[in-house]
């Protein structure tokens, strides 16, 4: 076992770190989907779109302004989506919500694809994170360190705002049940905001980590990561905040592991592999409620 | 007594005047259809090549075979409900099944070249061509290779649906999502490259242009004639499907669920058999999409591409099949044809800067996410056009205007 964890170090500090950064995206899909039981295609977009706003945002301006001005520009253009293209379908039934969501996806990858010129860019060092750092003998990025820490404090104060806050007493009304907290003066429009800055602010951060680590932005470049941490929202509950963290680091670990024995090309596969197997054994996922179909 | 019966249930036998104008549409559709026919033959092989023949054969082509994954992706998104987005998937292995049954022996080395000729050392339609010449080799071959390519990704359909439609809308989505993304990685593994080639693309396969008659000093091509059969006999198979029994239950489940399991329809039954259906006619698409582009390569099967069927679909209307073929043909023609401009930097021969690369795309997205959020029925919502029909939306319209007219010379 320990030549094994020390043969695979590397894999396993990679697969940590991945985690982590797949932990803050699938924070936004299960936040979303617990309120508007909508799956947000386009998350996975709009952390592409922080990578490539940064990649424009450093070209002209110095990195202590481009950082914040990355968190302040996804942050807008979450919201501005869930304006446009969501809150319009409110009452719309949910396929069309969800097809309105794969249309924002299909929007925001052919912008990328425009303004990149479909070449992959490169993304810029960030000073602090980029440098290397030895750890137990692996040598890595120092954002391989930081990413689990900085993940694990942002998630207690994510639940520390929904369990103590009046917005995160309204946000748990909500995704409880809707049409009854309306009538209970819960100001719904807010409320849903809120949680699409939130899920965009922590994307925004997961993408400063994700492509210091992985250092080229696609137009697609999003889609996977997307894809991944909706599974482990699903894999944890939908609507469950720890769920979807130990989801994203279980599946950060297990595929970087399955890199490092060589199976690169399944280790895709393996997140919807495990996808399938909690929805046929578990499908409101390992912290989820259960909801019961009325007539 | 029965009949009587019958006759009251069967809304299409109440009225005369519906049987005769169920006759008209499907005389003017024959005759349409016909049209269409002598055009594509016309079209590979009389009419001069210039610029707008060599535009209008590619998109004629991929535009037919896309109203087919359309309409095919219809019946279960439009007419059973089913939210799935697998259709990439199912595509990836009807195209590989085609493609690796008809690589020629000679080409496998070529083919094959990593992979040591490859398993498979035949080609169904040498097999065919040995016997009865070469054309009518390559047309029946491609024929039973779409087939066995169709049937192939039913059986699969099949084995994914048991575990699958058991879910519920978008679990539902996300999990034949899943399931595509898991083909995708499964068909790039070399492990199995002596079939599938691992990541390489497959080429040298039978595809379009190869169905050429050799008559004397004749040629004559066939491709889209081919492509075109082959999609009219599936879709009027689907439609067929659609009017039977079978697809007045797949409307029940999908207008209510429960209240189709309470009138007695079978769920888990009707869901997979409409699964199935489609998927495999989704198989035949797929082999008919590699015919077309002469080669296939699984990496280009992403989940991008069930989206653009799906967002097609939607550009359509959901659950119409003279909408999806319509929207079909129109969004392969602009995006390959009459919208090109838009990358290529000018306007005419006015230099515009920001027409470059990709801007085509961000005008279809934006045009898209205009028919989601304002026009969510689409070009014919859940209508399907027909002859009669159209003659009278003309009637309706020149009365409207005879009527005006009428009005304004009143008030004169």
């Known amino acids: 076992m320990s030549d094994f964890i020390q043969a695979n170090l590397p894999y396993i500090l ?3 770190s991945v985690g982590g950064q797949y932990a803050l995206i699938a924070i936004g899909y299960t936040m979303v989907y617990g309120i508007l039981r909508l799956i947000n295609f386009a998350h996975g977009d709009v952390f592409m779109a922080a990578g490539l706003i940064m990649i424009f945002a450093t070209a002209s301006l110095p990195m202590y302004i481009s950082i914040p001005l990355v968190i302040i520009a996804t942050v807008l253009l979450g919201v501005v989506i869930e304006r446009v293209a969501y809150k319009p379908l409110r009452s719309a039934p949910r396929m069309s919500v969800m097809i309105s969501a794969i249309g924002v996806s299909y929007l925001i990858q052919n912008c990328a694809l ?11 060092a960030i000073p602090w994170l980029s440098d290397s750092i030895t750890i137990l003998g692996a040598t890595t990025k120092r954002v391989t360190a930081i990413t689990p820490i900085l993940t694990i404090i942002l998630v207690l104060a994510l639940v520390l705002f929904i369990k103590k806050t009046k917005v995160g007493l ?18 719904i429009d807010t409320v849903i905001s809120m949680t699409f800055i939130i899920g965009c602010l922590l994307a925004a951060i997961g993408s400063l980590l994700y492509f210091t680590n992985y250092q080229s932005v696609t137009p697609t470049a999003g889609a996977m990561p997307g894809l991944k941490a909706f599974v482990a929202a699903v894999f944890g509950g939908i609507g469950s905040i720890p769920g979807a963290v130990i989801g994203a680091f279980l599946i950060g670990i297990v595929e970087n592991i399955i890199k490092g024995i060589g199976w690169t090309t399944f280790s895709d596969a393996f997140t919807f592999v495990l996808l399938i197997v909690i929805l046929m054994v578990k499908p409101t996922g390992i912290f989820g409620e259960k909801n019961t179909d009325k007539v | 007594m029965f ?11 109440r009225h005369p005047l519906d049987e005769q104008n169920k006759r008209t549409n499907k005389v003017a559709l024959m005759i349409f259809l016909a049209i269409v026919y002598v055009f594509a033959i016309l079209l590979d092989n009389v009419l001069p090549a210039n610029g707008i023949t060599l535009m209008l054969i590619p998109v004629l082509r991929k535009g037919a075979i896309y109203a087919l994954l359309c309409v095919s992706m219809n019946l279960l998104n439009g007419f059973t409900g089913l939210f799935s987005l697998g259709q990439a998937g ?3 292995i009807g195209g590989y099944v085609y493609a ?5 022996q000679a080409s496998h080395a070529a083919v094959y070249q990593y992979f040591d000729g490859g398993i498979f050392q035949f080609s169904v339609t040498e097999v065919f061509g040995n016997v009865l010449g070469p054309f009518l080799g390559n047309v029946i071959g491609a024929i039973i290779c779409i087939i066995i390519a169709g049937l192939v990704v039913a059986v699969f359909a099949a084995l994914i649906g048991i575990p699958v439609l058991r879910l519920k809308s978008d679990y539902l989505a996300i999990a034949t999502l899943g399931f595509a993304e898991i083909i995708r990685a499964i068909f790039q593994w070399n492990g199995i490259g002596g079939i599938t080639n691992g990541s390489n693309l497959l080429r040298k396969y039978t595809n379009l242009d190869n169905l050429v008659w050799n008559v004397g000093s004749l040629n004559i091509n066939f491709g889209t004639t081919f492509a075109f059969l082959i999609v009219t006999l599936c879709i009027v198979a689907i ?9 007045r239950a797949f409307k029940a489940i999908r207008d209510d669920e429960i209240s189709a399991e309470a009138m007695g329809i079978n769920l888990f039954k009707h869901k997979m058999l409409s699964f199935v259906i489609s998927s495999f006619f989704a198989g035949v698409g797929g082999a008919l999409l590699a015919m077309f582009q002469t080669t296939i390569q699984a990496a280009a099967f992403t989940s991008a591409m069930t989206y653009e069927i799906l967002l097609i679909v939607v550009i359509g209307g959901i659950g119409s099949v003279s909408g999806s073929c319509i929207a079909a043909f129109l969004y392969i023609a602009c995006n390959e044809w009459w919208l090109r401009f838009l990358d290529s930097g000018y306007l005419g021969s006015i230099p515009v800067g920001f027409f470059r690369g990709g801007f085509r795309k961000v005008i279809f997205s934006i045009i898209i996410m205009v028919i989601v959020l304002f026009f969510s029925r689409g070009i ?11 003659l009278n939306k003309i009637k309706q319209f020149k009365n409207r205007k005879a009527l005006k007219q009428a009005a304004e010379k009143e008030g004169e």
């Open chain 1, 14 to 16: 990679a697969g940590i």
């Open chain 1, 114 to 124: 425009y303004f990149t010129g479909g070449l992959p860019r490169t993304y810029p």
């Open chain 1, 170 to 187: 309204a946000m748990r009304a909500v995704s409880r049940d809707f049409q009854t907290s309306r009538l209970m003066g819960v100001k």
């Open chain 2, 3 to 13: 009949k009587k019966i019958n006759n009251a249930l069967n809304p299409s036998l």
């Open chain 2, 90 to 92: 199912f595509m990836l």
């Open chain 2, 100 to 104: 690796i049954l008809t690589i020629p």
């Open chain 2, 239 to 247: 439609i067929l499907m659609i009017n039977s029994s079978y697809g």
């Open chain 2, 380 to 390: 014919m919502g859940d209508k399907e056009l027909s002859f009669t029909g159209l």
